[in-house]
């Protein structure tokens, strides 16, 4: 089965791509380098992360990198991102195209695919409304109540979920973890159920060690600025326990180191799939063997909760969780590794390739 796989790159992310990928000299160099970074690595096919010559990756949104498959192979520099990808998907002769960009690469982009392409698979986690790929052959993603709308739009949808990553290992075994709580994740006004869990855990920082790696938005730092000392934009400043806390975001190989220097990671889910959880910090958490407390919803298979992680509900509730776990460290470090061990088992990439394979048939 040849497997083309097409991601995108995070904007925030950006920047540090560009870092990685500065000395390549090769369109081969630079995908090498950006796999290796581990960015969205539960995503990721086994063949692609194991280099097969059967499997095709790339991020078709990264303008660096594709020109230089384009230069590579004597296309023009004024050919599209669109038309470099379909070169691409043509020289592969791919038969499987798995797309997890689907909002830019849609039902347009498929008619377009040549002919060795037998099967279309995108991967959308989020709701569409104004989405045109529905054409897909199949859609796919691990939140049930998602699954159900595209199947009510007419599409066939199934249950797909992401693995975890091998090289998460290496950071799981770390015994020196300096971080008691650690949050890492966006920071916008828009979030307000999100900030006001964020000021409840930053609160505990005199009591414990306490991390927050935040991608903040523009606004937000507009606000943080002389110009929001007053006005309108002062409400939308963080407070002065939640500014003491807050580090930069952290992506790739960085998230898991940091990760991995926690004891306790606290998620909380954007309402975007309704009660369904297993956003991609569940995955990159236990898989680092920090201890997980998430919000209350309905989780993946086999992912319990009392067992392999932690639950909240309110503000209230999960400060008191937090003292809890942080002056009962045996109990907290027994549970990370019950989800890790889970993690490990049951969504492994070998499970994960045999159930595309099986999609994909």
Not at 198 to 227: G, N
Not at 279 to 302: F, H, K, T
Not at 329 to 357: C, H, P, V
Request: hydrophobic letters at 40%.
């Amino acid at each position: 089965m040849r497997i083309f796989q097409n991601s995108s790159v995070y904007p925030s992310y950006r920047l540090r791509l560009r870092a990685l990928t500065a000395g390549a000299k090769s369109f081969d160099e630079a995908i090498a380098a950006f796999l290796d970074d581990r960015f969205g690595a539960p995503h990721f096919l086994r063949p692609v992360l194991d280099g097969s010559r059967d499997a095709f990756f790339t991020n078709g949104d990264d303008e660096v990198v594709q020109r230089m498959w384009a230069d590579e192979n004597g296309l023009s520099s004024g050919t599209s991102l669109e038309d470099i990808l379909l070169a691409q998907i043509e020289d592969h002769r791919t038969e499987v195209f798995y797309n997890l960009d689907p909002m830019r690469y849609g039902d347009a982009f498929l008619a377009r695919l040549p002919g060795s392409v037998r099967k279309t698979i995108a991967w959308r986690a989020a709701p569409s409304d104004r989405g045109a790929f529905l054409k897909y052959d199949l859609i796919v993603n691990n939140f049930p109540s998602l699954l159900e709308g595209y199947r009510a739009s007419g599409a066939r949808a199934e249950f797909f979920a992401p693995a975890h990553d091998p090289a998460m290992d290496a950071y799981a075994t770390t015994a020196d973890r300096p971080i008691d709580v650690l949050f890492v994740g966006t920071y916008s006004r828009h979030h307000r159920n999100r900030a006001a869990m964020l000021q409840t855990i930053a609160s505990l920082r005199k009591d414990m060690t306490v991390a927050m790696c935040l991608d903040v938005s523009r606004y937000t730092r507009l606000a943080e600025t002389p110009l929001g000392w007053v006005g309108p934009l002062r409400k939308d400043r963080r407070n002065r326990d939640l500014r003491a806390v807050s580090r930069p975001p952290v992506f790739g190989r960085d998230l898991l180191a940091v990760l991995g220097g926690a004891k306790i990671v606290v998620n909380g889910a954007i309402d975007m799939a309704g009660h369904d959880r297993g956003n991609m910090r569940v995955w990159e958490s236990l898989g680092c063997r920090a201890a997980l407390v998430s919000d209350q919803g309905i989780y993946p298979p086999g992912m319990d909760e009392g067992i392999h992680f932690q639950t909240y509900g309110t503000t209230e509730n999960l400060r008191k969780l937090l003292l809890e776990m942080v002056a009962d460290q045996t109990a907290t470090s027994q549970l990370a590794t019950r989800g890790n061990t889970m993690i490990r088992s049951l969504y492994s990439k070998d499970r994960q390739w045999e159930r595309f394979a099986e999609l994909a048939s």
